[in-house]
């Protein structure tokens, strides 16, 4: 069965933020690996630009991984229920998607607010402007918002189809 073209574009920007969040990883090797150097060592200079990137590349890494963790499941999911028929499964993940889902207004809602407020700031070391880092309070709100939709859509289909029960 050929997959409709919106399935397409989600596993492509799903891949996409998970190879985000690789490369994210991997650069924060670098400044970590200089701090820790230069820290212990009389090697390299101590470069305080390394910090403030560090901090930006966690919080990137952070909002990459919740991202993936909405359209993967695993995100905002405890397993303290039994196992359910599929029915029942599908309504309390619902249930959870709605809490989920209230998080991700306030995140758009909010984060629109944020980007606004760090418009024209940029960060004390590296001059980069905040934009960049306050983007990724909305940019991760409204990405939950189109993995949710995904997640709804496929939850309602097991709740309607007289066949699930």
């Not at 993967?72 to 039994?82: K, Q």
């Not at 760090?118 to 991760?140: K, N």
Request: charged share 15%; hydrophobic share 55%.
């Amino acid at each position: 069965m050929k997959q409709p073209a919106r399935k397409k574009i989600l596993d492509f920007y799903h891949q996409l933020l998970t190879w985000l969040l690789v490369a994210t990883v991997a650069i924060m090797i670098v400044p970590v690996s200089l701090q820790m150097v230069s820290r212990f060592t009389d090697l390299i200079p101590s470069y305080l630009w390394t910090e403030e990137l560090s901090r930006f590349l966690l919080l990137w890494m952070i909002m990459l991984g919740s991202m993936i963790g909405v359209r993967e499941g695993t995100h905002f999911d405890v397993d303290v229920w039994p196992i359910l028929p599929p029915r029942a499964d599908a309504m309390l993940r619902v249930v959870s998607q709605c809490f989920v889902l209230v998080f991700a207004l306030v995140f758009v809602f909010w984060g629109i607010a944020f980007v606004r407020f760090g418009w024209d700031q940029e960060s004390e070391l590296a001059e980069l402007p905040m934009t960049y880092i306050f983007i990724a309070w909305p940019l991760t709100g409204l990405t939950w918002l189109v993995f949710l939709g995904e997640s709804f859509r496929s939850n309602l289909r097991i709740i309607f189809n007289k066949d699930a029960a």
